[in-house]
């Protein structure tokens, strides 16, 4: 378990940012207390995603919404977890007394009915969704409807279901049959970043996804097979360990179209070495089947960079709009190449369209809510969970 404020005598001293002082001030603040259970793999670097950056990003803001934060990683191949990742989940919630709220990140909670659904009636739970599980893309139609039955029985015992997106709350209500005011929304933030300089101001590709199926990096080097007459080179940065057999077959593709020298899967980045990425891109591309918001756009839109991507789920989102009302970038159909190929002659060929679209990410980028919004919504779900009477055993 990890606590990542310092709790004496309930009073933690809290960082709070005022750009008028050089350093932070600190503010004295009485904590409620949140258990957080999350994936084992939330901090691993060779294998980032936006639900771990969620879950890390918010525990580190939510103690500056009155909840002092106590984290605790179960490691197991969730949402279909072994039999010693099951007991020792089941031991984690046992452990905490009875009214402890909890928030339980949907990838371990989902899965597990068995788990979580005895342990609702004694704990206030809220399960943070980051995908529905039937969502991701190469499940085997059985265990697609398996985790899915599993997942609505999860939800239907809860007191608290937060999503990431208008989008998939509306999912989740209408698909697994939720009480509407059950479900809360809590968008994720974004850093502004410095702007990006770009390469030439239009021939850099950047896409930054984990590679595999649900991403759809193969309808992506389809699309630049179509165009290679074109000036374009396609940088792939995203974890190349969950899917060995797509990441393979993906390399077979990109050969097949002699694409080695122009399309280059980097792997993993974070840090400085992603801020270079995104600092060199001149357009994002992501061409994914399911998405629930779509971080790496918002993150691509926080350095001026226009987008290029699938219209699915809550990517519309995620794109938005400028103040002025202009769309910084171009939603194209799934399961369409064809599409997204013309899309790509339109950017290169057009200097007014993109025109047009860097200006629309530059006041997008002026507009994103940042983190503390994210944070804020969290510990408002948290508070009146923590106040509601609870269930009787």
């Known amino acids: 378990m990890t606590d990542l404020t310092v709790d004496r005598a309930r009073l933690a001293y809290v960082p709070v940012q005022n750009p008028a002082l050089k350093n932070a001030e600190i503010v004295p603040m009485s904590l409620r207390s949140v258990h957080f259970v999350l994936p084992g793999g939330v901090d691993d670097p060779a294998a980032p995603s936006g639900g771990n950056a969620y879950d890390r990003r918010v525990s580190l803001d939510l103690p500056g919404f009155g909840w002092q934060v106590h984290q605790h990683a179960v490691a197991g191949e969730w949402p279909r977890p072994g039999a010693a990742a099951r007991a020792e989940l089941a031991r984690t919630l ?217 219209d699915v789920g809550g990517l519309p989102e995620a794109v938005g709009r400028a103040p002025d009302g202009g769309v910084p970038g171009i939603l194209v159909p799934p399961e369409d190449p064809a599409a997204l190929a013309a899309e790509l002659r339109g950017w290169f060929g057009e200097a007014d369209v993109r025109r047009r679209l860097k200006a629309a990410a530059r006041g997008r980028r002026a507009a994103l809510d940042g983190w503390a919004t994210t944070a804020r919504s969290l510990a408002a779900v948290l508070g009146r969970l923590s106040n509601e009477p609870r269930r009787a055993a």
Not at 113 to 137: F, K, M, N, Q, Y
Not at 139 to 167: C, I
Not at 188 to 205: E, M, Q, W
């Open 94 to 310: 046992r452990e905490l007394p009875d009214g402890t709220v909890v928030l339980l990140d949907g990838l371990v909670a989902c899965g597990v009915p068995e788990v979580v659904v005895p342990e609702a009636e004694r704990l206030r739970i809220a399960v943070l969704v980051h995908l529905p599980l039937g969502d991701e893309t190469g499940l085997a139609a059985g265990t697609a409807a398996e985790l899915d039955a599993r997942e609505r029985t999860v939800l239907r015992a809860v007191p608290a279901v937060v999503a990431t997106s208008d989008w998939a709350v509306r999912r989740l209500v209408s698909h697994h049959g939720l009480a509407p005011e059950r479900v809360h929304v809590a968008t994720p933030g974004a850093d502004i970043a410095p702007l990006a300089s770009g390469t030439d101001g239009v021939s850099r590709l950047l896409c930054v996804a984990a590679v595999t199926p649900r991403k759809g990096q193969h309808r992506l080097v389809e699309a630049l097979a179509a165009v290679t007459d074109l000036p374009w080179t396609c940088v792939c940065v995203g974890g190349l360990g969950q899917d060995p057999e797509y990441v393979a077959g993906l390399r077979a593709l990109i050969r097949e179209h002699g694409l080695e020298d122009r399309l280059v899967l980097a792997g993993p980045q974070a840090g400085a070495e992603l801020d270079a990425s995104y600092a060199a891109a001149d357009l994002m591309v992501l061409m994914s089947y399911a998405e629930t918001y779509g971080m790496a756009v918002t993150e691509a839109l926080a350095r001026g960079i226009p987008v290029l991507a699938t």
